[in-house]
Nanobody, 123 residues
Framework: QVQLVESGGGLVQAGDSLRLSCAAS????????MGWFRRAPGQEREFVAA????????NYADSVKGRFTISRDNAKNTLYLQMNSLKPEDTAVYYC????????????????WGQGTQVTVSS
């Protein structure tokens, strides 16, 4: 089993930055792809970004490309999402997940999910 705990969310203004973290415990996730998804109120869960186990491949949703950067520190069993130039439409609960396949753009490719962290961007 893997437990995932996200942190770093908050209330910011448009144009600000936030860095989300996701700490994994229970077993190592160093050999697994990981990803970030988000769910805005009344909407479906949406893919944000994914990273291969070694960090050698990255995937981004078009809506965040150029603004968000996914990274991981396997020594710390931690996943990150640096979010710059935030927009009100980025407001959502952000979830990290541990996957078992690539390219990691679909929820069914993931086996473990965190509880989420709220990001709110005001205009």
């Amino acid at each position: 089993q893997v437990q995932l705990v996200e942190s770093g969310g908050g209330l910011v203004q448009a144009g600000d930055s936030l860095r989300l973290s996701c700490a994994a415990s229970g077993r190592t996730v160093n050999n697994s792809p990981m990803g970030w998804f988000r769910r805005a109120p009344g909407q479906e869960r949406e893919f944000v970004a994914a990273i291969r186990w070694d960090g050698g491949l990255l995937n981004y949703a078009d809506s965040v490309k150029g603004r968000f950067t996914i990274s991981r520190d396997n020594a710390k069993n931690t996943l990150y999402l640096q979010m710059n130039s935030l927009k009100p439409e980025d407001t959502a609960v952000y979830y990290c997940a541990v996957g078992s396949s690539w390219p990691g753009r679909r929820p069914y490719e993931y086996d473990y999910w965190g509880q989420g962290t709220q990001v709110t961007v005001s205009s």
